[in-house]
């Protein structure tokens, strides 16, 4: 059995081993980091761990806020106008002539001429002939002036003002609706040309086959002179 000495020594040994950890648990414990200087271990629960980590809490939440409001804030929308109506009434006007449908009626090709050919085909035929060519002009001058009002500049600085990226990518979209648009404008006059040349060369066909299907028809009857 240990005697009052001893009893002694081991509480005063105690009592220094409680001040030791009671001090640890207040103070922080200074430790060398890897690369160099102090590193400062906090205890946790301490004020000095929790202000940091909510700080970057916060700093979190507002860059998430920010990011989520940019992507869901548009605005930059709504400058593309449909041209369809356009590209339709001048394809109403181009084929009021000399069309598909009518081609082969116009255009018969080996087939002699009547008597009265100047009267019931002649005539007809160029004023129906004029009118495509009249028509593709007319097509022509429209878009050349439609051409001359264009304007994207409000496409430009609604993209150059866009504070969000669904704004940015809204604009971008406009952009390119219009882009789209000009290569309808294209097609349609590509159209126009194919019409104008389609017509040309059936008429000057037509009309060779129909005076020499006249010839040969005038020399089996025995009217050649």
Do not use: C
């Not at 020594?9 to 009592?15: I, R, S």
């Not at 106008?81 to 598909?100: K, R, V």
């Not at 037509?206 to 005076?211: S, T, W």
């Amino acid at each position: 059995m240990l005697d009052r000495d001893n009893l002694k020594a081991v509480a005063a040994a105690l009592a220094i081993v409680g001040a030791a950890l009671l001090a640890l648990s207040q103070a922080h414990a200074q430790l060398p980091p890897i690369g160099g200087g102090q590193a400062v271990i906090t205890i946790p629960g301490s004020v000095e761990s929790d202000a940091p980590v909510e700080q970057n809490t916060a700093g979190i939440l507002q860059e998430d806020t920010i990011t989520a409001t940019s992507v869901t804030t548009g605005g930059g929308g709504g400058q593309y106008q449909p041209n369809t109506q356009y590209i339709a009434s001048l394809d109403q006007s181009l084929f009021s002539g000399i069309n598909s449908q009518n081609f082969a009626q116009w255009f018969p090709g080996w087939q002699a001429l009547p008597p009265d050919s100047t009267d019931t085909i002649a005539i007809p035929l160029t004023n129906a002939l004029l009118t495509t060519y009249g028509q593709a002009l007319a097509l022509a001058q429209s878009q050349a002036q439609e051409l001359e009002g264009e304007n994207f500049s409000n496409i430009e600085a609604i993209s150059s003002n866009a504070t969000a990226v669904l704004q940015a990518i809204q604009a971008n979209t406009e952009a390119q609706l219009q882009t789209a648009q000009e290569i309808q404008y294209l097609r349609q006059l590509v159209a126009t040309l194919i019409t104008v040349e389609a017509t040309k060369a059936g008429e000057e066909l037509n009309e060779r086959a129909q005076e020499e299907a006249t010839d040969a028809t005038s020399f089996n009857l025995g009217l050649a002179p």
